[in-house]
């Protein structure tokens, strides 16, 4: 026996070396990956040399003999450092991800196909201004300049997935593009949202728990809507599937002021957009510089431009505006020939065409893709899909960022290059601009500062009932839309010396403006909060600007906290302290206190108590703070408090706020106590709410993830201006997820003295010193030197490239 454990002993030892000798080996191979970041490389598709100094962060500095080649040179940096988040995303746009995870993408892939939207990009590229085409098409070769050669292996997602990378098309870029406008766009998703809630709460109460939606909206609804939409409730599935690509994924800030009121006479600029934490970020810093023209700033993989940042001359930014820009339509089948729809003026045919999606490990799935007059209609082809769409009907989306004659990048492309500082001159630059509907704040060095709502805006009938708020009804022409706004009847407002603009994802419209924008707004806590920061220094700097953006008081806890303490007598010895500790708290979300850890914990488990048990397996895919709900219901609100405080699950009791409110207390005490121990004062936020930057897809595998995701502690939380904002019901749930990949401050009266950061690092290859070197710095709220000064950029150059141009390289 003891023999037969020695030979199995040694042939596990055996088989435990050869594992480790392949991962070693592949670990050495995987590490030549890394892309050649000094000397010379011969390329094709430049006209002259191009020479990208790298900083000791890892920033690339482009320096171009034409606007083209600089361009060329970021697609070049782009495809070094971030090969796999543009296949990703691109791959995501196409509806091909199940080519590479099989059947558990097929849905979103089936989704992405019925919607169409590479296809419009298709389209939208063939139809740019021939300098935007050549501008896509410098930046695509410089992409595909950069793909490995000569043996190397591509990044480790590639090889770990088995997935080769085709070549960048100009059309990929307008994708990426599109993809963000999706992304960043949640009306379909919130019509289909309010229908399941009507399901399983009732009119009242699904008002209380997620205005606006009026009484007499759901009444107008109920008269047409499909009698079979009670579907709605058991299709969990599918909108769990689609819920990352529909969902709104904004909440950022931006604000500007002119230079009366700054040290130094000039506008000061400041943004920070906010998106899901992922490693790499979405967003990569970079400076291009050619003749007659530079650019600093923001850019995202995939597209060939600044998305925010500066010129010499010009800054900008922008936040999610929440325009209302999707609608969705019932349209009835002809019960007589499934081929077509009834409309007001009779029947129509549907337009249709069929698509093959490709599944890994399974069977090639052909796809029935239909459209209406409207748009696209959203696919039954999954059964999942199917219980969104009761039996005779189809559900339409009418989009304008689906329009063929989308060209929005050539705003992208104009304004990293605008010459002229002019208001004028700046807000022409957004005539083409289509979507994502952004709130862009702008300043000049001429002193001139504005806000823009730049995009297609629709247009709705005064005697529409729903006002956009849940699907209409096709058949009826009071639901079809007027048009779009022009761009020159759009919202926007210049400015000079004095003059502030602030954005925060809340209503910036002003009462009485018409047509409508939206009814479905972020809260103003943040908003208020940046207002209240900018007004309490009469002049301010690039130094008052960084503390406004890490600011980390809570509005939302000063509203609600007082409310819940003077409702709650609590109940034992750790709730009286825990209350006292609250009572004194200063309302900051700082990383080494207890209280906001307290406070996020109580909140949790309020919410959770008021509402999980009206919404039954609906709760977890809405367990946020929901602060107009918990106001209203803090505040004595009928609809809101006397609804939900009672637990429909017992019988025989009526429950009350303040029981809920201690019960609650209580209940996440105990939660805390059994992760963190008994000792309250020991506590700190900052060891629950560690930044989590999620990896794709790698953060789905248990033991890849512990390699290629990253995690640093920090303040801040879902209200504060530095936004950090968590789940509550994912396994980690104070943990940050979701906050400002990028910040920047931009100083006219100084442009080098700007500064940015950006979440994780500038390399998306986990091998690269540059894959996380910037997540301590970010979460500290350090940032780095904005400067274009060429002096300064070479005395702390790490690594000098230059793209020297084949022989047959011909001029651009």
Same mark, same amino acid.
């Given at each position: ?11 596990i030892l055996?088989?435990?070396?050869m594992l480790?000798l ?21 390329v094709?598709g ?10 000791r962060?890892?920033?690339?500095h ?24 543009m ?16 059947s ?10 019925a919607?169409?939207l ?8 063939e139809?740019?201004s ?6 896509l ?20 997602e ?10 960048w ?23 289909i949202?309010?229908?399941?809630l ?10 209380a728990?997620?205005p ?26 599918a ?10 994924a904004?909440?950022?800030?931006n604000?500007?002021?002119g230079?009366?009121? &700054?040290t130094? !006479?000039?506008? =000061?600029?400041?943004? *920070? %957009?906010? /998106?899901? +934490?992922? $490693? @790499?970020a979405?967003?990569? #810093? ?34 999610t ?20 729809y ?22 090639p799935k ?5 459209? &209406?007059?409207? !748009?696209?209609v =959203?696919?039954?082809? *999954? %059964?999942? /899909?199917? +219980?969104? $769409? @009761?039996?005779?009907?189809? #559900? ?46 702008y ?16 247009v ?9 708020l ?9 639901f ?6 022009s ?5 926007h ?13 809340n209503?910036v419209v002003p ?15 943040r ?11 009469p002049k ?8 406004i ?10 509203d609600?906290l ?13 709730a ?11 309302r ?8 906001p850890?307290?406070?996020?914990a ?8 008021l ?11 809405v367990?946020?703070d929901?602060?107009?709900f ?7 609100d ?76 920090m ?9 950090a904002?968590?789940?509550?019901a ?12 990028y ?16 979440a994780?690092g ?8 540059y ?6 710095l ?17 005395k702390?150059?790490t ?5 020297q141009?084949?022989r047959?390289?011909?001029p651009?």
């Open positions: 026996m003891k023999r037969i454990l020695k030979v199995a002993g040694y042939s055996g088989l435990v070396g480790l392949f991962i070693a080996g592949t670990t050495l191979a995987l590490r030549g990956s890394l892309p050649k970041l000094d000397g010379e490389v011969t094709e430049v006209s002259a040399p191009v020479r990208i100094v790298r900083d962060e890892g920033v690339p482009i320096y171009a003999t034409s606007r083209n080649d600089a361009l060329f040179g970021l697609g070049f940096v782009h495809g070094q450092d971030r090969l796999w988040q296949e990703f995303q691109r791959r995501t746009i196409q509806g091909r991800l199940s080519e590479v995870a099989g558990a993408t097929l849905v979103a892939d089936t989704y992405l196909r919607l169409g590479y296809r419009a990009a298709e389209q939208a590229a139809r740019l021939p300098a935007a085409r050549s501008a098409a410098a930046y695509a070769a410089g992409v595909n300049a950069a793909r490995p050669k000569g043996g190397k292996p591509l990044p480790p590639f090889f770990v997935l088995g997935v080769d990378f085709d070549a098309r100009p059309a990929d870029s307008v994708a990426v593009l599109k993809g963000l406008a999706l992304q960043l766009s949640a009306n379909a998703f919130s019509e949202f309010r229908l399941q009507l399901k399983q709460l009732g009119s009242a109460k699904a008002a728990f997620n606006p939606l009026p009484l007499e909206v759901v009444e107008a609804y109920r008269a047409y809507a499909p009698a079979e939409t009670t579907k709605f409730a058991d299709a969990l599935d909108i769990d599937a689609l819920a990352p690509m529909m969902a709104r904004g909440a950022s800030n604000w500007v002021v230079g009366g009121r &700054t130094s !006479g000039k506008p =000061l600029l400041a943004n *920070d %957009p906010h /998106l899901p +934490l992922s $490693v @790499p979405i967003w990569y #810093l970079a400076h291009l510089s050619w003749p007659g023209g530079q650019a600093i700033g923001g850019t995202i993989p995939g597209i060939p431009a600044i998305v925010a940042g500066r010129t010499d001359h010009v800054a900008w930014g922008m936040t505006t929440g325009a209302d820009t999707q609608d969705l339509y019932w349209e009835k089948i002809d019960p007589d020939d499934e081929r077509y009834v409309t007001s003026h009779g029947t129509a045919p549907f337009t249709a065409r069929s698509e093959t999606i490709n599944v890994r490990f399974g069977a052909t796809i029935h893709i239909r459209a &209406t007059r409207h !748009g696209p =959203l696919p039954t082809d *999954d %059964p999942r /899909l199917r +219980l969104l $769409v @009761p039996e005779g009907y189809a #559900l339409a989306l009418a989009w304008p960022a689906l329009d063929p004659e989308d060209r929005t990048m050539e705003t992208a492309l104009g304004i990293f290059e605008a010459g002229d500082a002019a208001a004028e001159a700046i807000e022409r630059l957004f005539t083409p601009y289509r979507a994502p509907i952004q709130s862009f704040v300043a000049s060095d001429r002193g001139d500062v504005g806000l823009i709502l730049p995009g297609s805006i629709p709705r009938r005064p005697d529409n009932p729903v006002k956009g849940l699907p209409g009804n096709g058949r009826d022409p009071r079809d839309w007027q048009g779009l706004i761009y020159s009847e759009g919202p407002w210049s400015g000079r010396e004095n003059d502030a603009f602030i954005t925060a994802n209503n009462s009485g403006y018409a047509p409508m924008i939206a009814l479905d707004f972020d809260p103003e806590y908003a208020r909060q940046i207002k209240a920061l900018v007004d309490r220094r301010h700097d690039v130094e008052s600007f960084r503390d953006q890490l600011d980390v008081r809570d509005l939302f806890a000063m609600a007082p409310l819940m303490l003077a409702q709650t007598t609590p109940a034992g010895e750790r009286v302290k825990a209350a006292a500790l609250l009572a004194t708290w200063d900051h979300m700082s990383g080494d206190r207890p209280e850890l307290i406070y996020a109580w909140m949790r488990a309020f919410v959770k108590m509402a999980a048990d009206e919404l039954g397996d609906l709760f977890e895919r367990w946020t929901r602060p107009d918990v106001m209203g219901v803090l505040k004595g009928p609809a809101a408090a006397v609804s939900f405080c009672d637990d429909v699950s017992t019988t025989g009791v009526a429950e009350t706020c303040s029981e809920i409110l201690r019960r609650s207390l209580n209940s996440a005490l105990a939660e805390l106590a059994e992760r963190y121990g008994g000792d309250i004062g020991s506590w700190r936020w900052d060891r629950a709410h560690e930044a989590t930057f999620s990896h794709t897809p790698f953060s789905l595998v248990p033991v890849l993830s512990s390699v290629f995701e990253l995690r640093e502690p303040g801040g939380g879902v209200f504060t201006i530095q936004r904002a968590y789940r509550y994912s396994r980690e749930p104070y943990a940050a997820v979701h906050g400002s990949g910040r920047a401050v931009y100083d006219l009266g100084d442009p080098n003295a700007s500064i940015y950061m950006i994780t500038q390399s998306g290859n986990v091998y690269s010193p894959y996380g070197n910037l997540v301590p970010w979460a500290r709220g350090e940032y780095l030197k904005m400067t274009t000064d060429t002096a300064e950029i070479e702390n150059a690594a000098t490239l230059v793209l141009p084949s047959s390289a011909t651009r």
